[in-house]
């Protein structure tokens, strides 16, 4: 089973087994004129979905561990904007993801600044 996209996979198991966003994970779809009302990493994902990106690339990591986790979540909304989520095994990747999909608008995440350490090659 760990070798099937995590799509593929029903919603509780490509969760994070800490913590579970797929309550909070509707309120990502409130469109203009309503309120949405959440935590800062759910306000960060509602802005990346909203700001016309196709690609969006991570590496799991403090501060911004759980933004991977509500994008997995969210799997069946990036499916429908057309967004493409990959789960990177470092930074490097992530960066290169997106420079591979230019230009295509992209977003990419990793942990702190030690992170643009190992992603700096790959510019």
Known sequence: MLDQPAAQLPVTQRTNPERS???????????DGEVFR???????????????V????GYQGA???HLVDV?????????ELGV?????T?????????SIN??????VTWKSIVGTNVARPCR
């Open 84 to 88: 493409h989520l990959e789960t990177c």
């Open 21 to 31: 966003f797929a309550e909070e994970v509707r309120a990502l779809r409130l469109g």
């Open 102 to 107: 230019y230009p295509l608008r992209g977003c």
């Open 71 to 79: 994008l997995v979540e969210s799997q069946d909304l990036l499916d």
């Open 63 to 65: 501060p911004v561990s």
């Open 54 to 57: 196709a690609y969006v690339g």
């Open 90 to 98: 470092n930074e490097a990747s992530a960066l290169l993801g997106g």
């Open 38 to 52: 959440g935590e800062g990493i759910l306000a960060v994902t509602k802005a990346i979905l909203q700001s016309g």
